[in-house]
């Protein structure tokens, strides 16, 4: 479904990416694991066009996305959460989600129908499936923290994507709110025929969650294989242990 | 968890009649207030409906789009020009000046528009301010045409709507209807992905949202809102000079936005009856209302950032996320 | 027809050379502008409020001292420190606690500034014009193969690079210069290595607003100082930063030779709207840089 090339990006003169290779099947949940620096946002980043490669190229479904800007991949069917919360503040949690349904139904321009009464069951439906439900009138700057991440992958689903790609879901989340969370990520999956990609430093969800790990380290595709083969891949020993006594 | 929604609805209901019937009040108070008033506070109860045109106009990219709108002056005067240049050099019918001068402030928002809206923030705004002063010293340079800085007077208007009642009902109906016409586009579609990108750009875009296009249409619309506050200011004071697009007048407007809470629909135009009120009445005891002016402004931004009826709305919202959060528990 | 020639030439060359001198009063304000918006953030309205203020204070300092050379020339450095003391006390008061606020809220701000300055200046000097002399020394022009240039043009062709010489040494090799370049990108960062921000701040909006000071006074014998020579001064130093891109005091040089040529020649070719010209520049320059013409140092 996605294949991403051997892209590269530097900054200044920092390369944060130079060669990375991923490939995502479609159904398949894909986790991204490698040290702080691996290059691993920076890499969402790239796929989700929010910055444009230096050289190699991001394949969606066959078809070159690398040049397009972010509004036109995600109707290409590739959503994101972000890592840090990123949601409409000032709206309430009800209005988060049905921005982002509207846009998806391309009603985003229309102005003199009066959006109270537009699409209401499916953002219903959505806030549902989330948990979200009883919060829909709440403003979304007052939610709790675990909530506000739980909106945001709700919004990112909104736009009824065929790849979700999620940049540390679980980041800053209390034990308890982890759990829910995983749960929540797996029934999503299931339910909605998603195709997941994810980067996480929380190893153990990782191997529980994942059908395949790629390993980054220095910007660079260390191993991509599944979770039994990375676990033993004296490669990614190296990466995590080598500056370790 | 359907009780919570049902009672949501409920409320949301009750407010809504409450909103209807608020409306109705008003909309008999203005239509009462020549027969209660003397002619002076006719004409500046035109002049305040007016300014808040122009201010919700205002309050339409800069509170729900976010948009640094350092100028709007540009499209008020470039719809009160048009409209007069129309009527004396043109000599066109009423109708048709009155159609095409918002629609010249739409083409000259959708220009500005066009040339800012690729810049980051800060530099739209800048850009935008410079580009309007552009405006401004053609306007006040091109004696020839726009009269210089004597501006335009002696507009030919009909007897029906240049006299004070007459030019109050013109400007409470048009305003009206324009109030109600921008209602409905902040609660549109439109209007929710604005303010969207308004709280969060990045987001936005991940959603699917094309930001520059969806700002660009913001403008043009704002534009012409302003087009027709313009317009209605010339019929309310029969005269144009090129004041009216001068920066300070854009950042003026601003204040009122502020005053009034710019994330509130209807606190522009308290914020212009405030501002309009404050500097006819201590014009007739002091020359210092930029002074007073400075003074109201420093203190809004430092005690009153959300403004009047921002205060008013805000606890509200606390409420109701309390009483979600007790119904969770 | 060969006179003809030589007669544009001529004039040409001596508006262009008029023209950068005006441009040294418009690099003097607008790098002062820049200043404060790529360390503060803050864009400074009140800039050009400052910059009257100046001129202002010029005028009347050049009085009290009896209007001799000495006198205008104490008046240069003066007037431009009682404005940076002015706005020391403004930023430590009120604009210290504003930091955290947008860009909007910081316009407003500094708006709400120069309508009291404005109120200020009306109440100090009242609201017709004033005009002074230039000393004797400057009054005339030095003529040379044709062309007339007024001394105190040439004195200002001198001050101006005298002045982007001094902010080149005081941003790249004084520690304040080091400190706030910094700041401005990492404001946390430096405050947690024990340095005090918030003086580093309040020096640099001094500096700013004393290049604004020094500019006002500057003009203050060439034209006629009056309330709302701030509105039009102000406009052109956001242009002009804004095309050398925001912050960057070598931009604010590009920005306003750019701006000072263009409206010269502008002057030449229609001379109705010569104010169209340099307008234009800014739009063709933002259009291929849309960041502005130099990267943002800061």
């Known amino acids: 479904m996605l294949r991403v090339e051997g892209i590269c990006k530097s900054f200044d003169r920092f390369n944060a990416l130079c060669g990375a290779d991923l490939h995502v099947d479609s159904g398949k949940i894909v986790a991204v694991i490698g ?13 989700t066009g929010h910055w444009k490669p230096d050289g190699g190229r991001v394949l969606f479904r066959g078809e070159p996305i690398s040049s397009l800007s972010p509004h036109q991949i995600c109707r290409k069917g590739i959503s994101m959460a972000f890592q840090i919360v990123n949601i409409f503040n000032r709206m309430t949690v009800f209005e988060n989600v049905q921005a982002a349904v509207l846009s998806h139904r391309r009603q985003a321009g229309k102005i003199f129908r ?29 939610l709790s923290y675990g909530d506000q991440k739980v909106l945001e992958m709700a919004i990112a689903l909104s736009t009824r994507p065929k790849l979700l790609i999620l940049d540390e879901p679980t980041a800053g989340m209390s034990p308890e709110e982890t759990a829910v969370c995983t749960g929540l990520i797996r029934r999503l999956t ?40 990375v676990r033993q891949s004296p490669a990614v020993r190296e990466a995590y242990l080598g500056g370790a006594p | 968890m359907s009780e919570a929604s049902s009672s949501l609805a409920y409320r949301l209901r009750s407010l809504r009649r409450l909103e209807t019937f608020a409306c109705l009040a008003a909309v008999i108070v203005l239509l009462l207030l020549p027969f209660v008033l003397p002619d002076f506070y006719v004409y500046f109860a035109a002049l305040v409906l007016v300014t808040g045109l122009f201010a919700t106009s205002l309050n339409l990219v800069l509170g729900y789009g976010g948009m640094y709108q350092f100028h709007h002056a540009v499209f008020y005067g470039a719809g009160a020009y048009a409209f007069a240049l129309m009527l004396t050099k043109a000599h066109a019918p009423l ?34 301010l410079s580009l309007g002063s552009l405006v401004w010293a053609i306007v006040y340079r091109w004696y020839s045409f726009t009269g210089g800085d004597n501006g335009i007077n002696e507009i030919p208007l009909p007897n029906a709507i240049s006299s004070t009642t007459g030019a109050y009902y013109l400007t409470a109906v048009v305003v009206v209807v324009c109030l109600f016409l921008m209602y409905r586009i902040v609660n549109s579609p439109f209007g929710k992905i604005f303010q969207a990108i308004r709280d969060n750009p990045q987001r936005s875009e991940a959603i699917g949202v094309n930001i520059r296009l969806h700002q660009l249409k913001g403008e043009v619309i704002a534009a012409f809102f302003a087009g027709i506050a313009g317009v209605l200011y010339v019929v309310v004071e029969g005269t144009v000079v090129p004041d009216m697009l001068f920066w300070t ?81 | 027809m060969h006179l003809a020639v030589q007669l544009t030439l001529a004039s040409l060359s001596q508006q262009v050379l008029v023209g950068l001198a005006e441009t040294t009063t418009l690099f003097i304000v607008s790098s002062g502008l820049s200043l404060v918006l790529g360390v503060l953030r803050i864009p400074n309205i009140s800039h ?24 205008f020339f104490a008046s240069l450095l003066l007037a431009p420190l009682a404005v940076a003391f002015i706005s020391l006390v403004v930023e430590r008061f009120l604009l210290s606690r504003l930091y955290e606020r947008d860009h909007l809220m910081l316009l407003l701000f500094t708006f709400a500034l120069a309508l009291v300055f404005n109120d200020v200046v009306n109440i100090v000097w009242g609201a017709g014009y004033r005009s002074m002399q230039l000393p004797s020394m400057f009054q005339g022009s030095f003529s040379f193969s044709g062309l007339f240039l007024p001394r105190y043009s040439l004195f200002l062709l001198c001050v101006g690079p005298l002045v982007a010489i001094g902010l080149w040494f005081l941003i790249n090799r004084t520690k304040i210069g080091k400190i706030s370049r910094a700041a401005a990108v990492h404001r946390e960062m430096v405050g947690a290595v024990g340095i005090n921000v918030s003086w580093v701040f309040a020096a640099v909006f001094m500096i700013g607003c004393f290049l604004a000071g020094l500019g006002g006074s500057l003009v203050a014998p060439t034209q006629s100082i009056t309330q709302g020579m701030d509105a039009s001064i102000i406009i052109e130093a956001f242009l002009i930063v804004i095309m050398g891109g925001l912050g960057n005091v070598w931009g604010a040089l590009l920005g306003s030779l750019i701006f000072g040529l263009t409206d010269s020649l502008g002057v030449l070719i229609w001379p109705q709207f010569s104010i169209v010209f340099p307008y234009a520049a800014v739009i063709v320059v933002l259009l291929l840089r849309p960041a502005g013409l130099l990267r943002s140092t800061w």
């Not at chain 1, 040290?35 to 796929?47: L, R």
């Not at chain 2, 402030?105 to 040339?115: D, H, M, P």
């Not at chain 2, 009120?277 to 931004?301: D, Q, V």
Request: aromatic letters at 8%.
């Open chain 1, 190 to 229: 299931a339910e909605n025929g998603l195709t997941v990609l994810f980067c996480e430093h929380n190893i153990e969800l990782v191997l529980s969650l994942s059908d395949e790990i790629m390993v980054m380290q220095g910007g660079k595709t260390i191993i991509q294989d599944i979770p039994e083969a």
């Open chain 2, 95 to 128: 109708w048709l000046a009155c159609l095409c001068a918002p629609l010249v402030s739409a083409v000259l928002g959708f220009l500005i528009g066009a040339i800012c809206v690729r810049l980051s923030k800060l530099y739209f705004g800048m850009l935008q």
């Open chain 1, 35 to 47: 040290p702080n620096g691996a290059g691993k946002s920076t890499m969402f980043k790239v796929i």
């Open chain 2, 249 to 329: 007048v854009s950042l003026e407007v601003m204040v009122m936005c502020l005053l009034g809470g710019w994330y509130t629909f209807l606190g522009p135009l308290l914020g212009a009856a405030v501002i309009v009120g404050l500097r006819t009445f201590t014009g007739a005891y002091t020359e210092h209302w930029s002074l007073i002016l400075g003074i109201i402004l420093m203190a809004l931004i430092l005690w009153l950032p959300e403004g009047v009826l921002g205060l008013i709305v805000k606890p509200a919202n606390s409420k109701m996320e309390l009483s979600a959060e007790t119904g969770r528990k």
């Open chain 3, 48 to 71: 050009g409020a400052l910059y009257m203020l100046g001129a202002f204070l010029a005028y009347s300092i050049t009085r009290m001292l009896g209007g001799t050379a000495a006198g």
């Open chain 1, 114 to 142: 009066s959006a109270s009464k537009m699409a209401v069951g499916q953002t219903m439906e959505i806030l549902e499936s989330v948990g979200l439900r009883e919060r829909a009138g709440c403003i979304a700057g007052t």
